[in-house]
């Protein structure tokens, strides 16, 4: 079941979904952008927040370049998000676009609105993105299923930290070039260069998913192995497991994750039992650790976590279905927490590959910055 593609073993199995349907009206589903710092007021960056509705990442961009008559690539962007979705996010802009900003009203009809600027000394970039906060509303849900005790263990256990299926692109088509990539069946030249690097990060982030299902499967996700990489949660560093009971009551107490392979050539290495359990994974699939050697640094390998905890989730009833709020860390999918309340499949279908959107999914070069490639001197 882990193997497939944008499906995962449920962890709330127990318990049937409310069904329903989401995404019918783009208010529907409202993401805002929690940046890794707030602007200082100034320099010579200009910070905008922008909130767009119903409007694609790249329709967004192209839109600002036009308008203050800069390139593309004077854009520094964090996060890409939805398209389907009324989003906030910062992007920053020379401050020699500060006279030009008046221009942006004409958007407005477009569904693009500045709520405010401020300056900062640095441009953004990909990854500066801390978590995102999501309010998403369930049309048709059924208020009779359990949903109670589906929030409740999510909220007393977490939630595994699988990729959502806008990863892997429509039908798996990003992944299946991705193979094709890694395998050298397809050259840097033959395809475009964030293409590329979008499908070799599918690759990684597909092995991913099949690590952590068979593990979830296992009965292994809350719990520590001898030579477990483990990270501190909420931020830390990443470091192995020495005395697994010890580390055991640290994971119950929510101080430390397990952190999974983004295989790579830089790889932080597990040791012992879990490094045979992440050699397996390669060898289901025909690989090893050199397979992802010459592809410079778009595979050196990073540790995602393995489970995440959504402290502030909460839902709501209203005449029109179930509200759900709750916050992500950045590179997390809001579609594997709507995927456990609902249990349909019109869950992996709400994007494509086409959007370059998703839940901050389009910049995968990034995504797991926040769990740094180090020793943690704490342990």
């Not at 790579?264 to 289901?284: I, K, N």
């Amino acid at each position: 079941m882990g193997d497939e593609v944008g499906r995962w073993p449920w962890w709330t199995a127990e318990w049937p979904g409310v069904g329903g349907r989401i995404r019918e009206q783009p208010e529907d589903f409202f993401v805002e952008e929690i940046p890794a710092y707030q602007p200082c007021g100034q320099g010579e960056h200009l910070y905008l927040q922008i909130e767009k509705r119903n409007v694609s990442a790249e329709y967004l961009l192209r839109r600002l370049s036009q308008q203050l008559g800069i390139p593309a690539t004077g854009l520094g962007v964090a996060g890409l998000k939805d398209r389907h979705a009324v989003t906030r996010q910062w992007i920053s802009v020379p401050q020699e676009c500060g006279s030009r900003l008046d221009r942006l009203v004409s958007l407005e009809a477009e569904g693009i609105r500045l709520l405010q600027v401020s300056r900062h000394r640095n441009k953004l970039r990909p990854g500066h993105v801390r978590a995102n906060r999501f309010r998403i509303l369930i049309r048709g849900a059924d208020a009779t299923a359990p949903w109670q005790a589906i929030l409740h263990k999510l909220q007393q256990l977490g939630l595994p930290n699988y990729y959502g299926p806008q990863r892997f692109g429509h039908h798996g088509s990003t992944l299946a070039l991705g193979w094709q990539c890694l395998h050298r069946q397809v050259s840097r030249s033959q395809v475009r260069p964030w293409q590329f690097r979008l499908a070799l990060s599918a690759v990684q982030a597909h092995l991913f998913n099949v690590y952590l299902a068979r593990r979830q499967q296992e009965g292994l996700l809350r719990r520590v192995l001898e030579g477990d990489v483990l990270v501190h949660w909420p931020v830390g560093g990443l470091f192995r497991a020495q005395d697994v009971d010890a580390e055991q009551a640290r994971l119950e107490a929510r101080q430390v994750v397990p952190a999974g392979p983004m295989f790579g050539t830089r790889l932080y290495p597990a040791a012992g039992v879990a490094a045979q359990r992440e050699a397996a994974v390669l060898h289901r699939f025909g690989l090893s650790p050199a397979s992802f050697a010459g592809f410079g640094k778009l595979l050196t390998g990073t540790r995602r976590r393995c489970l995440i905890y959504v402290d502030d989730l909460h839902a709501h009833w209203q005449a029109e279905g179930l509200w759900l709020q709750f916050t992500l860390p950045a590179g997390s999918y809001a579609t594997v927490l709507l995927a456990e309340v609902m249990k349909t499949e019109t869950t992996w279908l709400t994007e494509t590959a086409s959007d370059l959107d998703g839940d901050n999914a389009t910049l995968p070069t990034m995504e797991e910055l926040s769990v740094e490639q180090r020793r943690d001197p704490e342990g």
